[in-house]
């Protein structure tokens, strides 16, 4: 159930607290609740909600709310809602009208959240604020038309500089192995056989054998070992396929002797499909003696989970999502996604349009790496009158010029940008581990990153100007320059 509010903004000064004291407007949580369309998206949001039937639903502005606070502070679901229950601006930032002194929902619910609020939604979002973002900071005279602005109104022209790549959001998973799966998935199956053969405990003389503490032993004797040959890993990996597929054969017979698997739990049930496929694929790869196979788990909890080739120092293999982003006047965003691995420059064409359909023309030119710069892209490009970044095909050019030069410097220097946002989003933010289990709850984490960011930035530009106001007010910096210039 879900119970509309009257979406009026209570100004910061009539926030009521238990003290004396009003919030300040300064501070980042109420400059940040100014800059979200919240109301624009309550009616999407709600969609998904019954208004006669359930208990009342938190509002979108408190679910939205409190992803971006735990995303802003890189804190758990836990601490989140402690940090809301302590802290009155969060309270304000997540809809609440006066202070309470105690938890407004349970830590649990975020999981919620991340399931109601998915990956598309946040987009929208993002680009919808990013709109209001760059109209309070667009100058006066940019919005004055001359006649001949107006004139070009049908056919605007290229502006603006826009930069793709794209990059890997590693899950939280372990480092995986062929041998340490099969360990993995045998220990599920001799579970499942424990579960199963209670329910008909009557029904069999004996509990059918798994051979667990000599599974575990020859798993032990190889796994421990700090260098193992190819041929000591491949017997090791025979015996545990040998035996799941024994436990998975008993598992077939407690069935037929009167076990449900309707009496698995959904957890269960989805571990015991996880772990036949796992076996099918290692038998696989183990008769033909491969190292690869199409949609491989490399993940029992997370089988959704696929490796990422790319080629980085480093790091040859991510395991977790590829995504491509776009970049343009300090603003990233996230414009497709995937478990599977894609070749990027097959959303060239796509992110530019969407480019054009958010500012109203084409971008002057676009920086990318050398795998976007296909012939199909480039000649795409000089249809629209769009310069692409990089050398042109063919044999190098012997002599080049100091300004093709410098403009080639000059390319490699504004693609940096958007390596420096992955960086940010790795190192500050959560892009790095996304702790997130679930397919669906994950692309949601991974687009509330790229929404706090822009966030990030439009405070530390507004910071800015205010510190350089501060200074060309100060006395000692107004000399100081004068003095310079002389």
Not at 19 to 27: C, H, Q, V
Not at 184 to 203: G, N, P, S, V, W
């Amino acid at each position: 159930m879900y119970r509309k509010e009257e979406q009026t903004q209570t100004p910061a000064s009539n926030f009521e607290l238990p003290f004396e004291g009003k919030l300040s407007e300064d501070n980042r949580w109420v400059i940040m609740a100014d800059l979200i369309p919240w109301a624009e998206f309550e009616e999407e949001y709600s969609s998904g909600f019954s208004e006669k039937m359930g208990a009342p639903a938190k509002s979108f502005r408190m679910a939205l709310g409190a992803l971006i606070i735990k995303e802003k502070l890189g804190i758990s679901d836990r601490e989140t809602v402690e940090q809301i229950k302590e802290n009155p601006y969060l309270q304000y930032f997540v809809g609440i009208s006066s202070y309470i002194n105690e938890a407004p929902f349970d830590p649990s619910m975020l999981v919620h959240f991340r399931e109601r609020i998915n990956a598309e939604l946040v987009n929208k979002i993002n680009q919808q604020m990013v709109k209001k973002m760059l109209e309070k900071t667009s100058y006066p005279s940019a919005e004055k038309k001359t006649e001949s602005s107006e004139k070009e109104v049908s056919e605007p022209k290229n502006r603006g500089k826009l930069i793709l790549d794209a990059t890997c959001a590693p899950g939280d998973i372990s480092y995986p192995t062929d041998l340490g799966l099969l360990n993995q998935a045998r220990k599920q199956t001799e579970k499942i056989i424990d579960f199963l053969y209670e329910q008909i405990l009557d029904q069999l003389d004996k509990k059918p054998r798994t051979y667990r503490e000599i599974a575990k032993k020859d798993y032990l004797e190889v796994a421990k070992k700090r260098r193992v040959s190819q041929k000591d890993r491949r017997k090791a990996i025979k015996k545990q396929l040998q035996y799941i597929k024994r436990n998975l054969s008993h598992i077939d017979q407690l069935i037929v002797s009167g076990a449900s698997l309707e009496s698995l739990s959904k957890r269960q049930h989805k571990m015991l499909l996880v772990v036949a496929e796992v076996y099918r694929q290692k038998l696989w790869l183990y008769e033909n003696k491969k190292q690869s196979i199409d949609d491989r788990i490399v993940s029992l909890n997370q089988p959704h989970i696929r490796p990422i080739v790319r080629g980085k120092a480093g790091k040859a293999v991510e395991f977790g999502a590829k995504l491509s982003a776009s970049y343009f006047d300090g603003y990233v965003f996230l414009d497709h996604i995937s478990w599977d691995n894609f070749n990027e420059s097959g959303d060239l064409k796509a992110q530019v349009e969407a480019f054009k359909n958010y500012t109203g023309y084409y971008p002057e030119s676009v920086h990318v790496d050398k795998i976007y710069r296909t012939r199909e892209n480039r000649a795409w490009c000089k249809e629209r009158g769009i310069r692409i970044s990089g050398s042109p095909l063919g044999r190098p050019q012997k002599n080049i010029s100091k300004e093709k030069k410098k403009q080639a410097l000059d390319d490699e220097r504004i693609r940096n940008s958007i390596e420096g946002k992955f960086g940010q989003g790795k190192r500050r933010f959560s892009l790095n581990r996304v702790m997130a289990k679930l397919s669906h709850t994950s692309l949601t984490a991974i687009a509330m990153t790229f929404l706090v960011m822009n966030l990030s930035t439009h405070l530390s530009r507004l910071l800015s100007a205010f510190l350089c106001l501060l200074l060309k007010n100060t006395p000692f910096f107004r000399s100081n320059m004068i003095e310079s210039y002389i």
